[in-house]
């Protein structure tokens, strides 16, 4: 996911003169080599307008068994190069990819998205009509839900990204502006926060970024139903990013707090009461594990109330509950002792 960050919209956009030249882009794809990717090459290829330089298609899985298929590149298969990255994560995947861009643009997608058939044209007008201190156009994602039910948990994660500020699920940037940037923090192994990251990158820099008028789908991709229980593990990368941006870039990256205090919270409640038990503090152990018990049921029904409410949605959101607040205290704590003294990323070509 791509981690995308809610709600920042056009809060950088600035006025100036227009920038009617250079429109020249590439596209970087970073990939595990998942069946999407051949949708996503697909729709590429037949969208409308000026067709990319160049297609930069990342195989960044850890132990290739074979070549990476990109025949759904199809008309841009002349225009279409295979790079890897060794399995080292998106960040350092769309790095590899950009490092070879000798466009004034570069656009990356990920391999779950597929463009709409107007995008090309969209794309050339959002890059025409970027000024001339925009360091970035961001494209806007839309993610097709059943509308005939409720959607899950999952569905609902994903649909966030609707409203994801700076997502690399589609986000332009000027070349020279991301690689005089350093480029994506390596240390971001996930697809998570590493985009907001070299956002706030680019803007501390002093260029704007805003949305643009292009769309893109991005599907809801299978997923077991301990999907949310992994995702904890981006609690870490937050951590990374207090060290690097300060305790506000919450709100400079638009990005959603979550509930890590809730969880905390229910998670010291749950260690406590057996404690508290064992050296006699009957009513505070009491106190403890009712507060966990009330933290965890408030939780799980502000999963499941959204929902389609089936059985084996209900039974996830249960179990998962259970477990989300201490695996995401406990990535958090990691994390935190992990990057302690984290500085600035200095990546270079």
């Not at 009617?20 to 969208?47: F, K, M, Q």
């Not at 039910?149 to 990204?161: F, S």
């Amino acid at each position: 996911m791509t981690g995308g960050n809610a709600g920042a919209g056009e809060a950088h956009f600035g006025a100036g003169p227009r920038d009617r030249t250079g429109g020249a882009y590439s596209v970087v794809v970073p990939t595990i080599g998942r069946p999407c990717l051949a949708h996503c090459l697909r729709a590429l290829a037949t969208a409308d307008g000026p067709s990319p330089h160049e297609v930069l298609v990342v195989d960044d899985r850890p132990s290739p068994s074979g070549a990476l298929d990109v025949s759904g590149a199809g008309p841009l298969a002349g225009r279409t190069r295979v790079l890897r990255s060794g399995g080292r994560g998106p960040a350092a995947a769309r790095n590899t990819g950009l490092w070879q861009v000798t466009t004034p643009w570069v656009v990356f997608l990920d391999d779950d998205v597929r463009v709409l058939p107007d995008w090309g044209g969209r794309l050339a007008t959002d890059l025409a009509e970027a000024d001339a201190r925009t360091g970035g156009v961001q494209g806007r994602l839309r993610v097709p839900l059943d509308p005939s039910r409720r959607p899950t948990d999952w569905e609902r994660c994903t649909a966030g990204l609707e409203g994801a500020a700076w997502a690399t699920a589609d986000m332009a940037y000027r070349t020279a502006v991301l690689t005089g940037a350093g480029g994506f923090d390596e240390r971001f192994r996930r697809a998570f926060r590493e985009d907001a990251d070299v956002a706030l990158r680019v803007s501390d820099a002093g260029w704007t970024l805003r949305r643009g008028t292009r769309t893109t789908l991005h599907p809801v991709r299978p997923a077991d139903r301990w999907v949310s229980v992994r995702a904890q593990r981006g609690n870490a990368d937050d951590a990374l990013m207090g060290h690097l941006h300060g305790s506000d870039w919450w709100t400079r990256a638009g990005a959603p707090r979550g509930r890590l205090r809730r969880h905390l919270a229910v998670t010291v409640a749950a260690a406590a009461a057996p404690v508290l038990a064992l050296t006699g503090h009957r009513r505070a152990a009491a106190g403890a594990a009712a507060l966990w018990a009330v933290g965890t049921a408030e939780f799980a029904c502000a999963r499941i109330g959204p929902g389609p409410r089936t059985p084996h949605e209900v039974a996830t959101m249960l179990w998962t509950s259970v477990v989300i607040p201490p695996l995401a205290s406990a990535h958090r704590v990691a994390g935190t002792a992990r990057h302690r003294g984290a500085t600035a990323w200095r990546g270079a070509v």
